[in-house]
């Protein structure tokens, strides 16, 4: 075999079965590696391909022969809404790991960067969510004890591994996200800068353009881990990897995070772009063996062969890069914790509506339900704050209601109930119920709620009902306190 270039040439006579695999098993790494960016339409859509309706149906173009040969029941049309046409979220971390740092002495890296890379197979759009790594939330305990710590969401990889929570610091970082957005996360990929580096050494680098001059920017070699100060001058600059790395990790300027995430977004978009100039979509088997142990994932290699395909579907045109702070930081307050920590916290409301604006959930929309929250806890304002808290997630702030406080233990607000029938005590269980087809926004409630989908209920003998879904509050439900982050000292 000869190697030209980083590319290792393929044997003649063809593959091995096992480098077939080996070949797919790099798809998920490259593409991933670049999905970093939020222009990851050409990484993203290579995780979750064209091979069952219940991956990524709604592509319609044709199936390679030899993919045909190997699937002969591939259904490119599945029906609405079979499982195939939900969305797929795919939480991607960027880690800062570097080579001569010891682990068992350092312990495990926090993430760096953190996107939520969305893709909805029917409209064959992509979304990339980049979350601040600043962002302070109220996460359950790692240490799967009934309580909640607040924290940067960005040590959440860090404090699964630490505590060792089931599934290790990618599981536990996908609990963080799920948790506090309620975005359900599919798979998710670890890619550390290093290795990143080692992909744009291997394009011969990338094309950014400079808005200004950055002095005293730390660069560091991923071979040896040397690390320096070094300048970058402003202009379109074709930049290394050494130096594309420092463009992309570096934050001390007045930006401070929200430049990095947009520089980050500048680095990844670029290495999409030369990576699709090079040719690399197709020549992922030679590019394997060089970079085989630089991305953790869950992705199963089965899911893989329409990569090329997809990647040529969906246009770079049609993708969405969303920052959760906004536009102009409007979805974030800097603030300093009572144990002196400079964190970003969360206007819900506003971040809520970016969320919104970015992923949808289709069939929360085609049934149409509001919502109607009904306060039977006998603590007054409870319904307002529960009210407030879904208006975060997928709904509409617009169907949700409230009916005002209805007695302790009695069932139900006055023209919901029919006749006589007793509910369970709704001082004491919270509980859901719901008219006609909204079956799907009841149950999507209730986890929003962290209740049991036995909680959640159709009732046909309502009549008269406000709304087609109606939460009727318990004491024991329990949404975040995390408004109290909006009190700290302003930073």
Request: net charge negative; charged share 20%; no cysteine.
């Amino acid at each position: 075999m000869a190697i030209e270039d980083g590319l290792v040439d393929e044997p003649s006579g063809g593959a091995p079965i096992t480098r077939r695999r080996s070949a797919r098993r790099f798809s998920v790494f490259l593409l991933l590696l670049i999905a970093l960016a939020a222009g990851g339409i050409y990484t993203a859509t290579a995780v979750v391909v064209h091979v069952d309706n219940v991956v990524l149906p709604g592509v319609d173009v044709p199936v390679p022969r030899t993919l045909a040969n190997l699937l002969p029941h591939l259904d490119p049309s599945p029906a609405p809404g079979s499982p195939g046409t939900k969305r797929i979220n795919i939480l991607v971390l960027g880690v800062d790991r570097r080579p001569h740092h010891d682990p068992k002495v350092d312990g495990p890296p926090n993430a760096d960067s953190i996107h939520i890379i969305s893709l909805d197979p029917v409209t064959k759009t992509a979304s990339a969510l980049a979350l601040p790594r600043d962002l302070y939330v109220e996460v359950p305990s790692p240490e799967r004890k009934p309580d909640f710590w607040e924290i940067r969401i960005n040590t959440a990889f860090k404090l699964g591994e630490e505590y060792k929570y089931p599934g290790g610091g990618p599981a536990f970082a996908k609990r963080a996200v799920e948790y506090n957005f309620h975005i359900p996360i599919d798979y998710y990929a670890v890619v550390d800068w290093v290795a990143f580096a080692d992909v744009i050494e291997a394009m011969g680098g990338v094309w950014i353009n400079v808005p200004e001059v950055m002095k005293n920017v730390e660069g560091f070699n991923p071979h040896d881990g040397n690390s320096f100060k070094i300048t970058i001058a402003p202009g379109w600059q074709y930049m290394d990897a050494i130096t594309a790395l420092a463009y992309a990790r570096f934050r001390d300027d007045d930006e401070n995070d929200f430049g990095r995430i947009r520089r980050q977004q500048e680095v990844m978009r670029s290495a999409a772009d030369e990576a699709l100039r090079h040719g690399w979509l197709a020549q992922a088997p030679k590019l394997y063996d060089r970079f085989r142990g630089a991305v953790n994932t869950d992705f199963s290699a089965a899911r893989l062969p329409g990569v090329v395909v997809l990647a040529k579907t969906i246009g770079v045109e049609n993708i969405k890069t969303v920052s959760l702070a906004g536009e102009n930081r409007e979805a974030v307050k800097p603030v300093i914790t009572p144990w002196g920590e400079d964190v970003l916290v969360p206007h819900w409301d506003v971040m809520g509506k970016i969320v919104r604006g970015s992923i949808d959930d289709r069939t929360l929309t085609s049934e149409g339900a509001t919502v109607m929250v009904v306060n039977a806890t006998g603590q007054r304002g409870q319904d307002e704050r529960v009210a407030a808290y879904l208006r975060r997630f997928l709904l509409p702030p617009e169907w949700i209601t409230v009916s005002g406080t209805v007695p302790t233990g009695t069932a139900t607000a006055t023209g919901v109930r029919a006749g006589n029938a007793a509910l369970p005590p709704a001082s004491l269980t919270t509980s859901i119920t719901y008219t006609g087809d909204a079956a799907h926004t009841a149950n999507r409630v209730a986890e929003w709620l962290g209740l049991p989908q036995g909680r959640v209920a159709q009732s046909d003998s309502f009549v008269g009902a406000p709304a087609a879904v109606t939460v009727t509050l318990g004491t024991d439900v329990r949404i975040p306190d995390d408004e109290r982050f909006l009190r700290y000292r302003t930073r």
